[in-house]
């Protein structure tokens, strides 16, 4: 194989900005971390699946469904949600999270009744056949809670506006936002809110050329956040 270098802008759902170097025919992606703009951690879990946290909240985020529905007016993410050991209860409300989408605007979570006007089975349906776990939370969380924001007609569940969040608790849940326009590719962004502070969950929608990409060089773009994250020694 002919040697040759090839320098490309590269998106992996982490990052903003990235290169794709190849030397003798070798592809390591070489990356920039997130600038989520507040103090956290980022992790990849999974080619889809993100973890963002700081010293009070702590948010997993599942996205693959959003990632093959471009263009489509309806976004919806699996997350979960927890306060870390030390903190008190945090009563999670729907106005505590909202959307950045890549044309810089802010989306606030769509209400149930805007959500019982559409019929979104074939998403759902799609999202219970390519579901990613999203399991990921501090050692304390061990009790199982629903984020109850929203509930179809033909559910025993209702819908609640609020959910109460305690170290013990592991909370999870669906939750879907109207995007007008349609969802587009690139960098999006989703906020939560907590008492004290703001957890960004950043993820990408990807292009095919990319989503190549990083299921090719998954193990080495996720070693690479983890050490962009790890807090350097004194």
């Not at 469904?65 to 030390?86: C, D, H, K």
């Not at 305690?166 to 906020?191: D, E, S, T």
Request: glycine letters at 8%; one cysteine or more; proline letters at 6%.
């Amino acid at each position: 194989m002919e040697l040759k270098r090839i320098v490309m802008q590269v998106v992996i759902g982490l990052t903003t900005v990235g290169t794709l170097v190849t030397v003798a025919g070798q592809e390591k992606p070489i990356i920039q971390a997130p600038r989520p703009g507040v103090p956290e951690i980022v992790q990849m879990e999974g080619q889809f699946v993100r973890v963002a946290y700081n010293n009070e909240g702590f948010v997993t985020l599942g996205y693959r469904i959003v990632n093959e529905s471009v263009g489509e007016e309806w976004v919806m993410l699996e997350i979960g949600a927890t306060v870390r050991q030390g903190q008190p209860n945090y009563k999670l409300t729907r106005e505590a999270l909202t959307l950045d989408t890549p044309d810089g605007k802010t989306i606030p979570l769509a209400s149930n009744s805007e959500f019982l006007k559409v019929d979104l089975r074939a998403m759902q349906n799609r999202a219970n056949v390519m579901r990613d776990s999203i399991n990921y939370f501090p050692p304390g969380a061990t009790q199982a809670c629903r984020i109850g924001f929203f509930a179809d007609v033909e559910d025993r569940a209702r819908a609640f506006d609020e959910v109460e969040l305690n170290p013990q608790r592991a909370c999870l849940g669906r939750i879907y936002f109207q995007v007008p326009g349609g969802i587009k590719l690139g960098q999006h962004w989703l906020n939560v809110k907590f008492q004290n502070s703001l957890v960004r969950v950043p993820f990408r929608i990807l292009t095919e050329e990319e989503e190549k990409l990083l299921q090719k060089n998954y193990r080495d773009i996720r070693q690479q956040m983890q050490e962009a994250f790890t807090p350097k020694k004194q």
